[in-house]
């Protein structure tokens, strides 16, 4: 099993940063992918960016350019470097992982309890 936890979440003004942690324990070694989520209020979670094993790299339009994600496979942490914040990524921040990229959440059997960041 794997287990994630997140962390590295807050309240910070319009412009700010934040770094976001989700420490991967357990058998790592089959989760080829690690994707963050965020959920706003009032909205459907969202896929906000992703790292496959062999290297490939994606952030959805809204955060490219401002967010960074990175995984650091010899700590099993993955990261989400956070700049320009504005206040539409206001939500939760979930990691998860799974075997392989996926349009479905639920292809993803890892999840940590997210991390709140607020935006205003």
């Known amino acids: 099993h794997v287990q994630l936890v997140e962390s590295g979440g807050g309240s910070v003004q319009a412009g700010g940063s934040l770094r976001l942690s989700c420490a991967a324990s357990?058998?790592?070694?089959?989760?080829?992918?690690m994707v963050w989520f965020r959920q706003a209020p009032g909205k459907a979670r969202e896929m906000v960016a992703y790292v496959e094993g062999d290297g490939v790299i994606w952030h959805t339009d809204s955060v490219r350019g401002r967010f960074t994600i990175s995984y650091d496979n010899t700590k099993h942490i993955l990261y989400l470097q956070m700049n320009d914040l504005q206040e539409e990524d206001t939500g939760r921040y979930y990691c998860a992982a799974g075997s392989a990229w996926s349009l479905s959440q639920s292809a993803f059997p890892y999840w940590g309890q997210g991390t709140q960041v607020t935006v205003s």
């Open positions: 357990g058998n790592t070694y089959n989760t080829f992918c």
